[in-house]
């Protein structure tokens, strides 16, 4: 847990880890952790078993009183922006209980001497004000203490996600490198033009692998796949053929960095460059509720076993980072078919 927390952000740490009055689902968790704070409360009370029913009725009312009242507040304290820091968040939230309490105990109290009801006429005024407070204040306590350990478990299964998201991101196949370097090396001298324009689009690629962004735009990631298909076209030129099919007006979706031509990349490894003639990769992006995205390939059969374990690797390497990114709401499949090799992915449309 120490190698997780020294990767949270110093703004993240100081985020407010209280959870979000203002959320339906948060109070209706927060209701059902008071009734059962009611009922331990009615058990341990000396009412006598007649009555036990309607003391615990009278606890309840009033817990759920103090609860949602101090929730409202803090749902306010939030929409204005109170609540920024940990210790704002602690100290403001604190107080708001403590008030919310003290006039719900003089309420109970003036209501209780009115209706004549023994359950608040048994101390004075203060009394009932500083026992009630007692109570309020140590189980807020052990609550804040559980919504910060929470919120900190949190921050820090976000930045192992994040190391692990950008590690994945940063994996460039060595194969890929050497020949890049190889290729630009042989045009220094014949074609100095091209060189300089390989080691331009090989540098893109190694910037984007490096950078910490974990989604870009899909033009970006376009654009990225098509700096890598113009190095390998200065290797394998008119061996390589490549289709792209793209419905019109998606560039400002956004989608994680480093999808696409890791999945090119595979295709033309292991589906173009052991072919004699080559082939050519199709590659079509879609959108309907989902943005789709298919990569097609020839089917290399000579090299089976070791296409199906290099894909196998670049497949486990993208599945893990989507579901990282999308919680496990993208799909990636593949299937063979028509002596083709497809890639198909599907993930939740994300606008810039």
Known sequence: MTKNNSNIEPSQASECYLPDFCNSETNLRLILVLELV???LALSSTAEPGNLLIHFALVSIYIQWI???SAALLCLSRRVKLLKSTLSATVISFLVVALVTAVMAVLAFQLSDFLRLDMFRQYTLFSTILYHEAISCILYGLSLRYFFVQHVSRLGIKAESQSRLQALQARIRPHFLFNSLNTIASLTHSEPDKAERAIENLAEL??????????????????????????ELLRLDERLRVHWDIDADLDDLLMPALILQPLVENAIYHGIEPLQDGGEVHISI??????MIEITNPLNESGAAQRRQ???MALDNIRERLLLA??????????VENDLYKVLINIPITKN
Do not use: W
């Not at 919680?327 to 299937?335: T, Y």
């Open 38 to 40: 009611a009922i331990v």
């Open 206 to 231: 190694f910037r984007a692998s490096l950078k910490a962004d974990t989604q870009i735009s899909l033009q970006s990631e376009i654009e990225l796949t098509k700096d890598y298909i113009n190095l």
């Open 67 to 69: 609860g949602l009242s």
């Open 326 to 335: 999308y919680q496990g709401q993208a799909k990636i499949k593949h299937l």
């Open 310 to 312: 290099g894909n196998k």
């Open 286 to 291: 879609k959108s309907n509720q989902n943005l």
